[in-house]
């Protein structure tokens, strides 16, 4: 009889990829159902970075690359660190990896012995959790609710930190919120950063450029905190290169080079087609970007309009990303037919089933009050998503 380990029996299946899943073998019994579940822009690849990968492959560059990325591709990571954050980060304090994923994973391996605390902002990304949790290391969830923007402040941090916190795990612009932290708002946490110099912050900010309200801020700016933060960004939402795989960090260099080592046993460098590609979007105006930002910004007020016509809804107004993270409590007690609503999951497979929209219970976020819906589709998709759910909600007495 084959035994899993304790380590695989104890992690959660993602739950975006799940509810995709289930999407999927709907879709495959014939059934028309929109999903609405998946961070995944729906845009194509840039032509002109699509050019530079045919361009890699004719000049042979298919050999294995240096385990951090090639050095031509961290220069210019560096380089766009400079342009757009203000950040000095070298090629040498530069990590390319096969996603942010894994960068994230590689940093809290090379962090977090058994027992050590991590403090994760909630609503946080799904796999935050299950990373810290395979690390040996212990979740600490500090709750932010829709009142505060899903945003935590820096007393809130300070009051969360035990002889035992090792790091900070956090999104801005956040997943699955569409929160984006100010300046000032960062400052608040670098401030008990300061406070704490054995507190690590890894800022994950990959949704950098997707920013409707502000220009985007990075916790790394502010000069007396700068080495205790680790800066993830990468490729695949701004530049819709998700299926390209690359991801990668901004680092003080002892854990720049730590992250190397640890990747140097699980996977090495990613692909290097994806790295030449990566070049050539690291080198662009991220002007080139303001259709795609336009387009979500156009459905987001699509969706958030949808929103207000549904009793007992309630929204903040997310200022980047693509998703919107209402509060659905309102429907808890109340059933249709049989069917009790008893939390956020049971209105996600009540939606599902009852409208054929797919999309994801905030239990999975940390926050079991609301749900997740990613406006990565087409306005005329998510006008008929929003009649469905609104339809389906109202069946609910």
């Given at each position: 009889?084959?035994?899993?380990?304790?380590?695989?029996?104890?992690?959660?299946?993602?739950?975006?990829?799940?509810?995709?899943?289930?999407?999927?073998?709907?879709?495959?019994l014939?059934?028309?159902?929109?999903?609405?579940?998946?961070?995944?822009?729906?845009?194509?690849?840039?032509?002109?970075?699509?050019?530079?990968?045919?361009?890699?492959?004719?000049?042979n560059?298919t050999?294995?690359?240096?385990?951090?990325?090639?050095?031509?591709?961290?220069?210019?990571?560096?380089?766009?660190?400079?342009?757009?954050?203000?950040?000095?980060?070298?090629k040498?304090?530069?990590?390319?990896?096969?996603?942010?994923?894994?960068?994230i994973?590689?940093?809290?391996?090379?962090?977090?012995?058994?027992?050590?605390?991590?403090?994760?902002?909630?609503?946080?990304?799904?796999?935050?959790i299950?990373?810290?949790?395979v690390?040996?290391?212990?979740?600490?969830?500090?709750?932010?609710?829709?009142?505060q923007?899903?945003?935590?402040?820096?007393?809130?941090?300070?009051?969360?930190?035990?002889?035992?916190?090792?790091?900070?795990?956090f999104s801005?612009?956040?997943?699955?919120?569409g929160s984006?932290?100010?300046?000032?708002?960062?400052?608040?946490?670098?401030?008990?950063?300061?406070?704490?110099?054995?507190?690590i912050?890894?800022?994950?900010?990959?949704?950098?450029?997707i920013n409707?309200?502000?220009?985007?801020?990075?916790?790394?700016?502010?000069?007396?905190i700068?080495?205790?933060?680790?800066?993830?960004?990468g490729?695949?939402?701004?530049w819709a290169?998700?299926?390209?795989?690359?991801?990668?960090?901004?680092?003080?260099?002892?854990?720049?080079?730590?992250c190397?080592?640890?990747q140097?046993?699980?996977?090495?460098?990613?692909?290097?087609i994806?790295?030449?590609?990566?070049?050539?979007?690291?080198n662009?105006?991220?002007?080139?970007?303001?259709?795609?930002?336009?387009?979500?910004?156009?459905?987001?007020?699509?969706?958030?309009?949808?929103?207000?016509?549904?009793?007992?809804?309630?929204?903040?107004?997310?200022?980047g990303?693509?998703?919107?993270?209402?509060d659905?409590?309102?429907?808890?007690?109340?059933?249709?037919?049989?069917?009790?609503?008893?939390?956020?999951?049971d209105?996600?497979?009540?939606?599902?089933?009852?409208?054929?929209?797919?999309v994801?219970?905030g239990?999975?976020?940390?926050?079991?009050?609301?749900f997740?819906?990613?406006?990565?589709?087409?306005?005329?998709?998510?006008?008929?998503?929003?009649?469905r759910?609104?339809?389906?909600?109202?069946?609910?007495?």
């Amino acid at each position: 009889m084959i035994q899993l380990s304790d380590r695989l029996l104890s992690m959660e299946e993602s739950a975006t990829i799940a509810m995709s899943r289930k999407s999927r073998e709907l879709k495959a019994l014939g059934k028309d159902v929109i999903s609405l579940s998946l961070g995944e822009p729906d845009f194509n690849t840039p032509d002109f970075i699509k050019d530079a990968a045919k361009e890699a492959m004719k000049n042979n560059f298919t050999k294995y690359m240096p385990v951090p990325g090639y050095e031509d591709l961290r220069e210019s990571i560096s380089k766009k660190f400079k342009r757009d954050n203000n950040l000095d980060y070298s090629k040498d304090q530069i990590v390319v990896s096969t996603g942010a994923k894994q960068s994230i994973a590689n940093v809290v391996m090379t962090l977090i012995n058994p027992g050590d605390e991590v403090i994760i902002p909630a609503p946080y990304w799904v796999s935050y959790i299950e990373i810290v949790k395979v690390s040996g290391g212990v979740p600490v969830i500090v709750n932010a609710g829709i009142e505060q923007d899903f945003k935590i402040t820096g007393d809130d941090l300070s009051k969360a930190i035990t002889s035992k916190t090792k790091l900070i795990i956090f999104s801005t612009p956040c997943n699955p919120t569409g929160s984006v932290y100010s300046r000032e708002e960062l400052r608040s946490l670098a401030d008990t950063l300061k406070m704490n110099p054995n507190v690590i912050a890894l800022c994950d900010e990959i949704y950098e450029h997707i920013n409707f309200e502000s220009k985007h801020e990075s916790l790394a700016q502010f000069d007396d905190i700068y080495e205790q933060v680790i800066t993830v960004n990468g490729v695949s939402k701004s530049w819709a290169m998700t299926g390209w795989r690359l991801g990668y960090i901004g680092a003080p260099i002892e854990i720049a080079n730590a992250c190397t080592k640890v990747q140097g046993q699980f996977t090495s460098g990613t692909c290097s087609i994806t790295q030449k590609a990566a070049i050539a979007a690291m080198n662009a105006d991220p002007d080139i970007l303001k259709d795609m930002i336009s387009a979500f910004k156009s459905r987001r007020s699509l969706v958030l309009e949808w929103l207000k016509t549904i009793p007992g809804i309630k929204t903040n107004q997310p200022g980047g990303a693509f998703y919107v993270f209402p509060d659905c409590s309102y429907y808890f007690g109340k059933s249709n037919g049989d069917r009790v609503i008893n939390n956020s999951s049971d209105l996600c497979m009540y939606l599902l089933e009852e409208s054929q929209v797919a999309v994801v219970t905030g239990d999975a976020f940390g926050d079991p009050n609301c749900f997740r819906i990613s406006y990565a589709a087409s306005e005329e998709t998510l006008n008929e998503a929003m009649r469905r759910i609104k339809e389906a909600l109202s069946k609910l007495n």
